[in-house]
């Protein structure tokens, strides 16, 4: 979308019928969605004990992004605002149970009853005022207050989040940060404008000692199509670009036997004590020497 | 919705206090089958609150469970009991229908399986 979909309606109004119907069957967007979730999926670092977990997915739109959780073998509750999207949801059969709400208003969930959280491209939406009687901060403050609340102790939230700019970024960050949440930024790409991705990766509870690093484009084994001519043809290397460039010497030309004679007698003219010549003028002496 | 989301959900009206469980009235219901995990079944139990779902299953016309819930041994051992439990929590949808708050009474649609959980501006 070459406009952002914030500043042209509010998303129950942008994404209308025709609106979700066009986002739900574009291939693109269901490969971008896929590989975002399997991303939030990985960051939400879940214990590996085969136990599935229950799940909730803000902004879960047409199921796009709930559809990877149902893959990999959880339970889920997919909250969106936008009835079209839910009902496109329903028509492709999603497995996860779908809520109609305003995630702006409060989750309205119980306490300690989520395992974690996902979100996809939707937290940035707060940031809006799209009615006189909203404020993006309180807003933002009754979502991640309520979050907290209805996740249990030491579950994570993962949201990828598409800020407009930094004073957007820097809001959401410190309304999570005031609700009790731990964690930070962890940004994907960082050095190329289409593929960098942030993540807000938040826990509830106990702090954790590791949080993992972000994705380096050199860690990629091969590039997509689309991206082909987005990504750098080859690789620089390190050593490369740190070795200092030493200029080379010039390697001037040795005088020859003639210019040493001519020198000689231009001593001797002068009244200078100057050896004799012999066959060994001007010859180099051994390295001995 | 399923009444595992049913266990779940609160009324989200600014001041009113007793906010769980939802009642449910229930106007079409349907059956849909679900892997059975007793893994998940188990996990689960200890965040249930038993008696809303209970309650929830009779509203939707499911009336195996017992009223009290169950001890460590019977969710362990007893796997007619695990059915049950399974079939009540995620196998029956609400399809039409309605959530009410229990303090002030507010109605929550629920069409196509979706309860509507927008609120008005002044119950924010």
Known sequence: MSNRPELLAPPEIFYDDTEARKYTSSSRIVEIQAKLSERALELLALPEDGVPRFLLDIGCGSGLSGETLSEDGHHWIGLDISASMLHVAVEREVEGDLLLGDMGQGLGLRSGVIDGAISISAVQWLCNADKSSHEPRLRLKAFFGSLYRCLSRGARAVFQVYPENIAQRELILRQALQAGFGGGLVVDYPHSTKKRKEFLVLTCGTVQTSIQTSKNEYDESCSEDDNSDDEESEEVGVSDRNRPRKRQRTNTKVKGREWVLRKKEQSRRKGKNVPADSKFTSRKRRTRF | ?124
């Not at chain 2, 009206?13 to 188990?42: Q, S």
């Not at chain 2, 008696?51 to 019977?74: I, Q």
């Not at chain 2, 796997?79 to 009410?100: D, I, Y």
């Open chain 2, 1 to 124: 919705m399923r009444l595992i989301v049913h266990n779940m959900l609160s009324c989200n009206i600014k001041g009113v206090v007793n906010k769980f469980p939802l009642r449910i009235e229930a106007e079409k219901v349907t059956v849909k089958e679900v892997d059975f995990n007793p893994d998940f079944l188990r996990y689960m139990f200890a965040k249930i609150d038993w008696k809303a779902l209970v309650d929830g299953a009779r509203s939707m016309e499911y009336t195996e469970l017992p009223d009290n819930a169950p001890d460590t041994t019977t969710l362990e051992s007893d796997e007619t009991f695990l059915r049950k439990f399974h079939h009540a929590l995620l196998e029956l949808h609400l399809e039409e229908g309605s959530l009410v708050c229990p303090e002030t009474g507010r109605k929550f649609s629920v069409s196509k399986g979706i309860p509507n959980m927008l609120l008005h501006e002044d119950e924010v």
